[in-house]
């Protein structure tokens, strides 16, 4: 499949690495929920700009934690958004999964994050991803989401606490969440504009001798989910399944009744018939038992989706949410 010959986002650290060993003031690190590569393009003018590959699924839950330490889902066992902990599910952002202990490339070279969103969660999944760095307090939740309502209001914040904490650091990474926006409204000209904007101050770094990264974690989709699917997914799941199915988005995964596997399989397929593929876990390199066995991929708009109201989502495998840019704005000697 087209997804498995890129370069994926465990790329990040040893790029980030070899910026670090070349960087003249240091190294400015973007991280920007939800941006499809595409978009990236027609906004980064200043910027080298390539693509990378998300993780499968195309979830930030996973693909964080990827772009942090370096490993597949299979090393860091946070396979999408939900997935099976012991006997019942588990919330990856919210709740308190084991999370293995493993550096990230923020860790090992004592980066300043402004986690932003981030920073208010307690749970193990932020805890991996900052764990070792030395954190700038975010502002009030009321505050960041009034910013994430508003691209070029967010954009204008991230770049002032960036450009208060440069004089103290030499690598520095930020959390710029537009996916709360996109999720909503889609790209839309406040999308592009936020990121003309930070473009333009990427290129002012730049000049002041810093180099500067950004990269997202997955693209997102228009979705339009047709609500009798939706309704046979859960007579599926109440009548086949041990536990509710998990997943991330458009991608879904069930957890069946020990001798129901093909069955479930089967009626998957069948039922939801155009609107997606159907899997084994293995096939996908989903780590077990935390994914089910039995894995449906978005194939269209009307998919099921966990969250009916939403108008983009991401989750699923194809181009649009699974190349995400990676973009490098060189360091002016």
């Not at 839950?61 to 490993?71: D, E, M, P, R, S």
């Not at 910013?147 to 930020?174: G, H």
């Not at 770094?205 to 990269?215: D, K, M, P």
């Not at 039922?271 to 780590?287: F, N, S």
Request: hydrophobic share 45%; proline share 7%; charged share 20%.
């Amino acid at each position: 499949m087209r997804y498995s010959h890129r370069m994926s986002l465990a790329e990040i650290p040893s790029r980030l690495e070899h910026a670090l060993g070349k960087a003249h003031s240091g190294v400015i690190v973007l991280a920007v929920h939800g941006l499809s590569s595409d978009v990236a393009k027609q906004s980064w003018l200043s910027a080298s700009v390539s693509t990378l590959s998300s993780t499968v699924p195309s979830t930030s839950a996973t693909a964080l934690l990827t772009a942090l330490t370096g490993v597949p889902a299979d090393v860091h066992r946070v396979p999408g958004m939900v997935y099976r902990n012991g006997s019942g599910l588990v919330h990856a952002v919210n709740g308190m999964p084991a999370i293995p202990n493993l550096p990230t490339v923020l860790e090992r070279h004592g980066a300043t994050v402004l986690a932003r969103e981030l920073d208010l969660l307690e749970g193990t999944w932020a805890q991996a991803l900052l764990r070792g760095c030395t954190r700038i307090p975010a502002h009030a939740l009321h505050k960041l989401t009034a910013q994430a309502e508003d691209p070029p209001l967010l954009v204008a914040n991230v770049v002032a606490d960036l450009d208060k904490a440069l004089k103290d650091a030499r690598f520095l990474w930020t959390y710029v969440n537009i996916g709360d926006h996109v999720r909503r409204h889609g790209y839309d000209e406040s999308v592009h504009e936020a990121m003309l904007r930070l473009d333009a101050h990427a290129s002012r770094w730049a000049a002041q001798g810093w180099t500067v990264v950004a990269h997202s974690d997955h693209g997102m989709v228009a979705v339009d989910p047709d609500p009798e699917l939706v309704e046979a997914w859960d007579a599926i799941v109440r009548e086949e399944c041990v536990i509710p199915s998990g997943g991330a988005g458009r991608t879904r995964w069930l957890y069946p009744k020990a001798d129901r596997l093909e069955a479930v399989f089967d009626r998957v397929a069948t039922t939801l018939g155009d609107t997606a593929t159907v899997h084994h876990a293995t096939d996908l390199g989903l780590p077990q038992p935390e994914a089910g066995p039995v894995v449906a991929v978005a194939a269209s708009p009307r998919f099921p989706l966990p969250d009916p109201s939403v108008r983009y989502e991401n989750g699923g495998l194809s181009r649009d949410e699974i190349d995400v840019p990676f973009a490098v704005w060189q360091a002016v000697q």
